[in-house]
């Protein structure tokens, strides 16, 4: 299989806290994404990263890709209660296969 | 505006039903895709397609068939539905090979009964 898997599978932090999602894939990958999805809404992009990159950052985001390792990861920084949502990472080999997982379950604790 | 919009955001339908979900993207993107999402939050791609290639995921049985009259429109139809059909469905859009950051619609939330 193709698809990414996102680890843990649910998180539950205190406002303020950072959050720390991983996700591991099984082939070679053009480029990695990482989305946020609220609860009955669709997803929502939120960084991506190429295979010749190894770390990213967009405002309170941090994505770092292993590629030797299949693996990256999404660090929140100083989380938010608006940053409860479900985060799924995506893996793409051609530019036009995208690969989700189940998602990691993120809960911020006000 | 809507990016990317979906209709309907409900469907409730008996087995054996043929039912079409619309998309629509006024982003001017050249690639559409649809998604299933499970009761699990499992996300599977379904197809993808632009104006020169329809890619399927060999998974998908046959009763699924996008439909794309013009380039901003991508519809999926379901012949022959089935309870397993209950999902909710995603349409989204992306300009291939200048960002492939995909735009998600609203979804549908199809039930089968």
């Known amino acids: 299989s193709q698809q990414g898997e996102e680890d843990p599978q649910a998180l539950s932090i205190q406002e303020g806290e950072n959050a720390t999602m991983n996700c591991s894939y099984k082939?070679?990958?053009?480029?990695l994404q990482w989305y946020r999805q609220n609860s009955g809404r669709g997803l929502v992009h939120l960084i991506l990263?190429?295979?010749?990159?190894r770390e990213k950052h967009s405002g309170r985001l941090r994505v770092t890709l292993d590629t030797s390792k299949k693996s990256s990861s999404l660090l929140i920084t100083a989380s938010r209660a608006a940053d409860t949502a479900s985060y799924f990472c995506?893996?793409?080999?051609?530019?036009?296969?995208?690969?989700f997982g189940t998602g990691t379950s993120l809960t911020v604790i006000p | 505006d809507t990016a990317v919009s979906q209709t309907p955001k409900y469907l409730v339908t008996q087995m054996g039903n043929d039912k079409s979900i619309k998309c629509e993207q006024n982003?001017?993107?050249?690639?559409m895709y649809w998604y299933k999402q499970d009761s699990k939050k499992f996300l599977k791609i379904m197809f993808s397609?632009?104006?020169?290639?329809?890619?399927i995921n060999e998974t998908v049985p046959n009763r699924f068939s996008p439909k794309s009259p013009d380039k901003a429109h991508l519809n999926l139809h379901i012949n022959s539905l089935e309870l397993g059909d209950s999902a909710v469905y995603f349409c989204a859009s992306s300009q291939v090979r200048t960002s492939y950051e995909q735009y998600f619609g609203p979804g549908t939330r199809l039930t089968v009964t």
């Open positions: 982003l001017g993107h050249d690639t």
């Open positions: 990263i190429r295979s010749n990159e």
């Open positions: 397609y632009n104006n020169k290639e329809l890619i």
């Open positions: 082939t070679s990958i053009n480029n």
């Open positions: 995506a893996t793409d080999r051609t530019g036009n296969q995208f690969y």
